[in-house]
């Protein structure tokens, strides 16, 4: 599959009313690793190659003091996987990835819970397999694959976990034009001048559950079949509150400034989800091109280094 460039840099900008600190009450195309820039408020946007990586923190899966686990028959590991490859698990102390395991903590007839946007739903897994010909990717089948939605997306994840895995707030919110704004500004520092982007996705959440919101934002215009012309662009971005500040993290970006751009994918989210069981919420990304499609787990780490890719898998060329 071809990988998206990520580009993480945080940025100061002028904060909204969904990123204020309120409290809210709840019953989440390289090949190289690299460490993510150390996030500053000054700097200009930091690009950098990194696909996937480990994460520097070392949590332990235990359920929150108000967790209530569900009853069912659950992997070892608790598997993370969509309906075209695995993406691979949390063992305790780091996220290991499915395409270098290559062994699955699954014998069959797991169950699953289903994370797509606000959408929590339960299926049934089979065995290891193969899947996503003719690359014959390490993978499971799920009974009800339609819970994950379908390409080009939205598109989520399925978790053979117990606990809760929205247990914070995750809603969609109304545009009335600022968050067009900020994505005009950031479109703006990567050569493209759009007088109205078109927001085509914002949630707000609270992926850590510390009563400060996150935004998360998807901007874009693609031509159809995902065929890259002059003053198409796709951006994905979180927005939060740290120190007073709000800062900006860019996920990822697609701009065809002219004819030479490179087409990197048309980028969006799937959901939230706390796929540890540390009581925080990973986002779910998704990349969808003319040759496949991918999707990408970020965590949280800390308000330092924002969110960090951890898990990926895709289905294409």
């Known amino acids: 599959m071809r990988r998206s460039l990520v580009a993480l840099a945080l940025v100061v900008a002028g904060c909204s009313p969904a990123e204020s600190g309120d409290t809210t009450t ?53 598997l993370v996987t969509t309906g075209f490859g695995a993406l691979g698990w949390w063992d305790g102390s780091g996220w290991l990835e499915a395409a270098v395991e290559e062994e699955l ?3 069959g007839g797991e169950d699953y819970q289903t994370v797509l946007l606000n959408e929590v739903g339960r299926t049934t897994g089979g065995p290891q397999t193969t899947v996503c010909e003719p690359l014959d990717l390490v993978g499971i ?75 998360l934002v998807a901007a874009e215009e693609v031509s159809p079949g995902f065929i890259m012309e002059p003053g198409d662009y796709s951006i994905t971005f ?47 990304t998704n990349s969808a091109y003319f040759e496949g499609f991918g999707v990408t787990v970020w965590e949280y780490v800390d308000d330092d280094l924002g969110p960090f890719p951890v898990l990926e898998t895709g289905c294409g060329s």
């Not at 939205?154 to 053979?160: E, R």
């Not at 809760?164 to 900020?182: L, T």
């Not at 993290?249 to 030479?260: G, I, P, R, W």
Request: charged share 20%; proline share 8%.
């Open 26 to 78: 709840s019953a989440p195309a390289a090949d190289t690793t690299t460490l993510p820039p150390e996030v500053t408020t000054t700097v200009a946007p930091v690009s950098t190659t990194s696909s996937v990586a480990t994460s520097t923190t070392s949590t332990t899966i235990v359920a929150t003091t108000s967790t209530t686990l569900l009853e069912g028959n659950w992997a070892d590991g608790p």
């Open 141 to 215: 089948d799920l009974e009800d694959p339609g819970l994950l939605g379908s390409l080009p997306g939205p598109y989520g994840v399925a978790i053979s976990a117990p606990w809760p895995v929205q247990p914070h707030i995750f809603e969609m919110i109304a545009d009335d034009g600022e968050y067009a704004g900020f994505a005009r500004e950031l479109l703006s520092e990567r050569g493209l001048d759009v007088p109205e982007p078109t927001v085509k996705q914002l949630f707000r959440t609270d992926l850590e559950g510390d009563g400060v919101n996150e935004v």
């Open 105 to 107: 903590p699954v014998v």
């Open 238 to 284: 979180l927005r939060k509150v740290v120190d007073g500040n709000v800062q900006t993290a860019v996920l990822a970006a697609t701009v065809a400034v002219d004819e030479e751009a490179q087409f990197d994918g048309a980028h969006g989210f799937g959901g939230v989800a706390d796929l540890n069981g540390d009581g925080k919420m990973e986002i779910i």
